[in-house]
């Protein structure tokens, strides 16, 4: 089975459309939404609300930069530092051309870094890319969670 | 005010002038143990020591009334040798000297005093010049005394005397304008005058009666005469009053601020006494005039401060209105020379000097200020300068007074005033060179015929007011050059804060205001796709609308954001090839414009530019993709990219045969949003040329432009050359 994609996303025009384009995209992989980075480290840790889930990492982490409580790069910073959650690709998928962020996304070790395209073609594409790269062509590191496609929201 | 050379007066200086133990022939001495009253001394023109006793008898000194270091005191009269005599008494030390002097009829004794205070105080007090005071006390203290000739002088900071006023009867010289020379009244002379404010000398031509000790009692020599009015004064002054042809004089000091200022002197052709209530009427005139000219002086030098004051304050307000740099002192506006009455004024910054008005060259006035600086004081205050500073000499007749404060002395910063020679013609009363005779005894002056001295090297004197006024000068330019340096850092710091909140609103633009943008595009696209075939044609056609304004404004928000990134990073320059460059970027604009005629015309070989390659890139793109879009419709559109350079550098120029521009908008073709066609004419947010010129610019280079409309236009850009060391990226 294929790994599921984090998508963590506050702004649900955007989770929309973004789940629009990775339909377009025909991945077969499952989606799991969190709308901040609290949500998306309880996941990946598997604390809180998703203490019980199944064990194994996801695909990759489509991440916003901008979120609620603890922001992008804090999740990326901690994903990093944390032994087991180290090796997940992790994607900055986000509206900030600002040079700081990229360039601190990269310091943190961030695996690319997106600009939402103002085009939607463009964006749809985008997504597209990234998903059949990151969940499809990339060979996951051992130890993946196979689950079938459903959504959290 | 003498440049002249005068005699070695030390043999003046050490005469025993306040103890000469001897008095002058018109009056009677006695000396008195001042604790038990037992008489110690008599001068020897009493008949007997008999007569001296019986003199004491009638008449005793009151001891508890006398206190040391004040004028004689009356205390009676009696008569003596068929006259009536006052006496009076004084205490020196541990002694009392009684003086028994002729005296003036009972009936007048009151009239010289009555006279001072009635008639003269009045005319005093309404004098409003020093002129006119000195000219009143001269007239008032001939009416007074009857002496043949009043004299009022005024002691310069040399000593030297200066006749202020003159009131003399036919048959006596003038002196009115004449100068007296120092050593006519040595240094010794002018400090028992500056205590003792009283000197009578009835006759010149006197015999000095000798103190003589009483039986058994220890000798008088050096008895402290100084405020004895008998005291027997000096054999060189009664030489020097016979060769003035006056054997009668009396001296009234005029003390201010506890200084000798000058004195009153009157002179006789005759032999001629004073009585004792006389001279104390003549002593209170000397203290009128004394309490005059202080507040005359004190009045002058108000007026002057208040005045210097004011423009010192209208100065420093012109200077705080300007950006405070100390070259705005020179502007003409302020005129920094008239604040001293100078005729030139300069501002040293180490090596830099401004002048304004008549100034030395600035090189001598570089050394100059140099020089004053090494001194280390705040203010340098000289109206003879040759004498001061070696360089001086060079600086006449232009230049001899110069007044100089050091506003930093670590930076040798000051601000100078100068003056021109002032050639003195001195009119002396008498040639006042004084030569020591081969007898090795000093003697005075013979001569008191005018003689005339030229003085040179000097400028009229600074006034202590003006000294005053540009020491608060200073004091506020320091204060103004300090606000300044504080202004400078509270703007850097403000710049700084500013600068990251525009970092913050540059994030804002970039993150908050793509979002509606990409999310407008997005949905309408997405309801074009999902209802293709429900939508008319006009739906349709405003929803497309709707999809191509928000793209344009997410595109306008792109170059915004570039445009101020462009600002706040700092350059990573290097060399680059403009000829793989330029060609990089045909081929990807070929690309885009794919079925299109364009004739690009690369006329090599470019040059290797100095730059960051990145931003010149952007630059580069945004002149060809204008070149591009303003061709359309061009068949075919013509492109030529061409290597450029001008003194500053070498660069690129590139022409096109499209739309062009009037010239007359050159100016607004580089600005931010500036646009010279319609929107549906040419797309694009109208900020690319503004990159252009900020990326040229930040890399020190120029940028231009020429155009004819409907003709085409050319673009061109240089960069200077690499420098010859590698520049630190900002």
Redesign the interface.
Known sequence: MLKPILLVEDDPRDLELTLVALERSQLANEVIIVRDGEAALDYLQRNGEHTDRAEGNPAVVLLDLKLPKVNGLEVLQSVRATEGLRSIPVVMLTSSHEETDVLRSYQLGVNAYVVKPVEFKQFVEAIADLGIFWAVLNEPPPGSLKTTRRRHE | MSALPLPDLAQCAAEPIRTPGAIQPHGRMTVLDAASGELLAYSANWGSEREVREALALLPADHARLAPGTGPAWIGSLPLAGRTHDATAHRQGDCVILEYEPGGPVATMHAPMYAVAHEVLPLLTQADSLTALCQAVAREMKRLTGYGRCLVYRFDADGHGEVLAERADPGYDSYAGHRFPASDVPAQARELYRVNHIRVIPDANYDPVPLVPAEGARSPAALDLSFASLRSVSPVHLEYMRNMGTPASMSVSIVSRGRLWGLISCHDHQPKSLTFQARVACEHLGRLLSLQVQALEDNTEVAQRLALHQRVLTLVALMAETDGTLQKLVSPALALHELTDATGAAVVLNDICWTIGKTPPPEQVRELAHWIVGRGEDLFCTDRLPEAWPGGEALLPHCAGVLAVSISQVHRHVVLWFRPELVQAIQWAGDPRKTLPSSGRIHPRHSFDGWQELVRGRSAPWLQAQQAAVSELRQALIALVLRRAEEMAGHAIELGRVNKELEAF??TV???L??P???I??????VLEDNADKLDERSHRYLQHVKDA??YA??LV?AL?DFS?MGR?GLKPGPVDAGALVEDLVEELKHGERGRLIEWEIRGPLPCLWADPLLLQVAVRNLLANAVKYTRGRDPARIVVAATATPLGPGLEITDNGVGFPMKYVGKLFGVFQRLHRAEDFDGTGIGLANVKRIVERHGGTVWARGEPERGATFGFVLPPAPSRPVESS
Do not use: I
């Open positions: 540059s994030y970039s993150h908050d793509r979002a943008m990409r999310h595009a997005g949905y309408v696209d997405l928000a793209s997410g595109q792109d954001l990134r990073s």
